[in-house]
C-alpha cells in the first residue's frame, strides 16, 4: 500500500482474478478494530449521547438531530474528494490523517462554547468518518492486494459489524458517570493513540512491501467493457442510493414506528434483533457466498430489504411478522456492507478504485441524509402503510439496476501478464 500515486507507467502491471492468494489476516484484523472505533465514536455513540448535547446547549432533540442530518449531507459530498486523494497518495495516508482529524474534532466538539462551534465540530466529525470507516478501509484493502480484496472486505465487514453492539452499551454506561463533553474525549483520546498508530503501521506496511517487491503489481480488470463504465457507474450509484435511502428511512425510525403499530415494549427486543442479523448475514456469507459474485450479493442485499419492508406491511404487528422483517432488515444490511466494497471493484477493476467509490458513496450518503426527515413527514401526512410502500417502490427500482448492470457484465480477466 503505496503513499505516494501508483501509475501504470511506473510499475509493470500483472491481471489477476479477483479469489487468488491468502487472506491478510493481521491487515483485515487491524482495520476491523480501528472500524469498530471508528463507527463506534463516530456514528452510533451520538444517538446515546444526543439528549445529553440537548439539554447541555439549549437545542431541542429534533434540532440535534438536525445539525446530524446537514452533516451527513456535507460528509457526503466530501467523500468524492476523499476518494481521489486516496488514490493519489494512499488509503492508508488518509486514514492516518482522518483518524487525528477525529480525535480534533473530537475534542473540539467537545468543547465547544456555542451552537455554532458545536455544529462545525459536527460537520468535520463527519468529514473524519469518511476518511476512516468504510470507503477507506475497502480501499486500503484494495491497494494492499486487490485478488484478495472481496474476500478481505467480507470479514473486515464482520469485524465491524460489532461496532454498534459494543459501542451501545459502552456509551449508554459512560453516561451514568461522565457528561457527553467527557465522553467525547475519551472516544478522542481512542481515536489518536489507538486508532492512529494502527492505521500509520498500515500505511508502513505498504510503504516496505512496495519498495522490497520485485514483482510485477497485480491489478483485477473489471467486468464492465470500457465504453459501458460510465453508463453502469450511474446506474450502480443510483442503485445504492436508492437502497440507501430505503435503509436508513426505517433504521432511523425503526423502533418507535415498531412501537406506534402496537407491538409496545417488544418494538426495543425486536429493533436489537437488526444488528446480530448483520453480522450473521456477513458469517454466512464468508462461509457459503464464496461462489456467489458480487452483482448477486448486491441484488440480494436489495430483495431482502424490501421484503422485510413488505413483510411489515402486510403482518402489522404480528409478532412473528415484526421479528421476520427485522432479521430480513438486518440479513440485507449486512448483505449490502460487503456490495458496497466488492461490487465497484468486480465491475471497474482496482485501478481508481478510491476515486470510484468515492463518487458511489458521495450520492449515496447525501441521498440517505435526507431519509430519516423524508420518512417522518411520510408518516405524518400519508400515513405509516403508504410510506412502506413507497420505500418498498423505490427499494424494487434499485433491484431493478442491479439486474441490469449484471446483465451488462461480461466475466472478470483472469490472465497473466
Known sequence: MSSVPRTAASRPTRVTSLHSSNIPAGLVSALGLTQIIGYGTLYYSFSILAPGMSADLGLSLAEVFGVFSVSLFIGGLSATYIGKQMDRIGAATIMTIGSALAAVTLALCAWSPSIAIFAIAIILLEVSSGMVQYQAAFAALVESDPRTASRSITYLTLIGGFASTIFWPISATLTSYLSWREIYLVFAALNLFLCMPLHFWIRSLGKKAGEASIQPRETVIGAIPPHARRRAMVIVSFAFALLGFTLAAILAHM???????????????????????????????????????????????????????????????????????????????????????????????????????????????????????????????????????????????????????AASCRQPATATA
Open 255 to 405: 423502533v418507535p414506528m415498531l412501537g406506534s403499530i402496537g407491538l409496545g415494549a417488544a418494538a426495543v427486543v425486536i429493533g436489537s434483533l437488526f444488528g446480530p442479523a448483520q453480522v450473521l448475514s456477513r458469517l454466512i456469507n464468508m462461509v457459503f457466498g464464496k461462489n456467489l459474485s458480487p452483482p448477486g450479493l448486491a441484488l440480494l442485499s436489495a430483495v431482502l430489504i424490501v421484503f422485510g419492508v413488505l413483510i411489515l406491511l402486510m403482518t402489522g404487528n404480528w409478532l412473528p411478522g415484526a421479528v421476520a422483517f427485522a432479521i430480513c432488515l438486518g440479513l440485507g444490511s449486512g448483505i449490502n456492507s460487503i456490495a458496497q466494497g466488492s461490487l465497484p471493484l468486480y465491475l471497474f477493476g482496482s485501478d481508481g478504485y478510491g476515486a470510484i467509490t468515492g463518487k458511489m458513496a458521495a450520492a449515496r450518503l447525501a441521498v440517505g441524509a435526507g431519509a430519516p426527515f423524508v420518512f417522518a413527514a411520510a408518516m405524518e401526512n400519508i400515513g405509516l402503510s403508504f410510506a412502506l410502500v413507497a420505500n418498498a417502490c423505490l427499494g424494487a427500482i434499485s433491484i431493478a439496476a442491479f439486474v441490469a448492470v
